[in-house]
């Protein structure tokens, strides 16, 4: 079964530093990769989303991800960072063999200083 | 367009006691989940409709969790009787039948068994 890892379970920023959260997973075949975001009391956001094509993948609020296959990552970037994106950000994947089956990764609890 | 309704938004129970939760998904959704979100972790996928049949109930754990969609529109996840270790926000989600399309999260019930 494949899994998800995020490894920074904690990330705290002043505003206007750059973010990288880092997700990897372990499954060798074809994937579908998401970003969400899930602000405090409130529901799971879809950030971004890759299917297939430019591995470079643009979401809403200025956030962007990366797919790059030959490290099973798909880490989430934002050049700079605002107090508003304090939240919790989780990784999921879909893997060509789980059906609609989304597995998430255990999430990093994002905290922006003003 | 509406999202994924659900409710209650809270509840609370002793342990033993039975509960149940509700989910409406966006119309014109075919596909319907029902996902554990343990705090600290991210969300696991216990049940998969399509229309009002089940896909996948592999990780949902039958001696206590039921679950139906009779109509092939709103379900309900019910828990019988209720553990300690049930404490969790309970996510329904819904998305188009072909792939991944739309899939949407609502904003989950919290349960708190004690």
């Known amino acids: 079964a494949q899994s998800v890892s995020q490894h920074n379970h904690h990330v705290i920023l002043s505003e206007a530093a750059s973010l990288e959260l880092g997700c990897n997973y372990s499954?060798?075949?074809?994937?579908?990769l998401f970003w969400y975001v899930q602000y405090p009391g409130q529901h799971l956001q879809l950030l971004l989303k890759?299917?297939?094509?430019?591995?470079l993948v643009k979401g809403i609020k200025g956030f962007e991800a990366e797919f790059i296959k030959s490290k099973f990552s798909f880490n989430l970037r934002k050049p700079s960072v605002q107090w508003s994106d304090t939240a919790e950000y989780f990784c999921?994947?879909?893997?060509?063999?789980?059906?609609?089956?989304?597995?998430f990764g255990g999430g990093t609890r994002l905290m922006v200083k003003p | 367009e509406a999202g994924v309704a659900q409710s209650p938004r809270y509840k609370i129970i002793e342990k033993r006691q039975s509960v149940a939760f509700w989910c409406n998904p966006i119309?014109?959704?075919?596909?319907l989940y029902w996902y554990q979100q343990i705090l600290g972790q991210g969300p696991k996928l216990l049940i998969q409709?399509?229309?009002?049949?089940?896909?996948?109930d592999s990780q949902l754990p039958k001696d206590r969790f039921s679950a139906e969609r009779l109509k092939g529109v709103d379900s309900t996840l019910k828990i019988q009787p209720a553990k300690l270790e049930d404490s969790a926000v309970y996510l329904c989600?819904?998305?188009?039948?072909?792939?991944?399309?739309?899939?949407?999260f609502g904003s989950g019930t919290r349960l708190t068994v004690v």
């Open positions: 409709f399509q229309n009002n049949g089940v896909v996948d």
């Open positions: 499954y060798g075949g074809t994937v579908n």
């Open positions: 999921a994947v879909n893997a060509d063999n789980a059906g609609n089956m989304l597995t």
């Open positions: 119309s014109g959704h075919a596909t």
């Open positions: 890759y299917f297939s094509g430019d591995p």
């Open positions: 989600a819904s998305s188009l039948e072909l792939g991944l399309r739309g899939y949407t």
